[in-house]
């Protein structure tokens, strides 16, 4: 089977997959390990063969060698994000909006699931960046493995952006909220 195969099938189960979840989890009835696998099929066949990956847990063990690049909208960094995290944003991203940040500095970039991360890391190899990373299942997996995140403010908080209900359906850890304003309820 050639590439163009796995990306098509890569691509239905992107679509597919988070409905599949999302109505199973109304009902408590997949288990972690296959949705774990399911989005880690579906990350892995939409994503750069280019771009390296890295891990939570190893990301995790070794936070202080790292800085973080968040590649989720505005409204998603603010409800949460992973601590000392810099919001890039993807839409208007530019490798020169990251001009201070070392060349050969260790750069970890995510997003929800690694989706957009990965185009945004994509660049910054291309711009010349040795050492830039994609973190493997983003910031969902981070909250699932049990690593805190921090709010605008500093604070540690329980709370996560599920980025919609269908991808929010792979998060297992903390309090999905789908908009800042739900923080006030």
């Not at 060349?103 to 910054?124: P, Q, T």
Request: aromatic share 14%.
């Amino acid at each position: 089977m050639n590439k163009r195969f796995y990306r098509v099938l890569g691509i239905s189960m992107a679509i597919i997959s988070p409905v599949i979840i999302y109505l199973f989890n109304k009902q408590k009835k997949i288990p972690n390990t296959t949705n774990n696998k399911l989005l880690a099929f579906i990350t892995k066949s939409l994503q750069s063969s280019k771009v390296p990956k890295v891990n939570v847990e190893k990301v995790a063990k070794h936070k202080s060698a790292y800085i973080f690049l968040d590649a989720r909208e505005k409204e998603e960094y603010n409800v949460s994000h992973i601590e000392n995290a810099i919001y890039i944003g993807v839409e208007k991203f530019s490798p020169d909006s990251i001009k201070d940040i070392p060349k050969n500095a260790n750069i970890v970039v995510y997003c929800s699931v690694g989706i957009r991360s990965d185009r945004i890391a994509k660049e910054l190899i291309s711009a010349g960046f040795k050492n830039a990373y994609n973190l493997f299942g983003g910031i969902f997996e981070w909250i699932n493995e049990g690593y805190p995140v921090f709010n605008p403010g500093g604070y540690q908080t329980p709370y996560i952006h599920g980025y919609s209900k269908f991808w929010g359906a792979f998060v297992k850890s903390g309090y999905k909220i789908y908009t800042e304003y739900q923080l006030s309820i």
